[in-house]
């Protein structure tokens, strides 16, 4: 099962535009759809955007038009770009795959926004 690694956090003006890489211990080719997800404190985990293997793409509202979301099968990456970053995005932030291909989470990458 492949598995997910998180980077690309830290703290970031609000404002700036970091990119977020999801490494997968394996080929990502033939996952149907990966997920980026985010946990405020104090608050559950929840999906911030997702795309399908023929790059199609979902967006939670509080995120549409500020970030996007890629995967490059040659490196077996899916990246999270994050604009125009608020306090509010502050998270640790997590990908994974969906449905059947769901592997155990990982530590996640924090990400605090400050004003």
């Known amino acids: 099962q492949v598995q997910f690694v998180e980077s690309g956090g830290g703290l970031v003006q609000s404002g700036e535009s970091p990119r977020l890489p999801c490494v997968a211990s394996?080929?990502?080719?033939?996952?149907?759809?990966i997920g980026w997800y985010c946990q405020a404190p104090g608050k559950q985990r929840e999906p911030v955007a997702d795309i399908s293997i023929s790059g199609k793409t979902n967006f939670a509202d509080h995120v549409k038009g500020r970030f996007a979301i890629s995967r490059d099968s040659d490196e077996n990456t899916v990246y999270l770009q994050m604009n125009r970053l608020e306090p509010e995005d502050t998270a640790v932030y997590y990908c994974?795959?969906?449905?059947?291909?769901?592997?155990?989470w990982g530590q996640g990458t924090q990400v605090t926004v400050s004003s």
């Open positions: 994974n795959a969906l449905g059947i291909d769901r592997a155990n």
């Open positions: 394996g080929s990502i080719r033939n996952i149907y759809q």
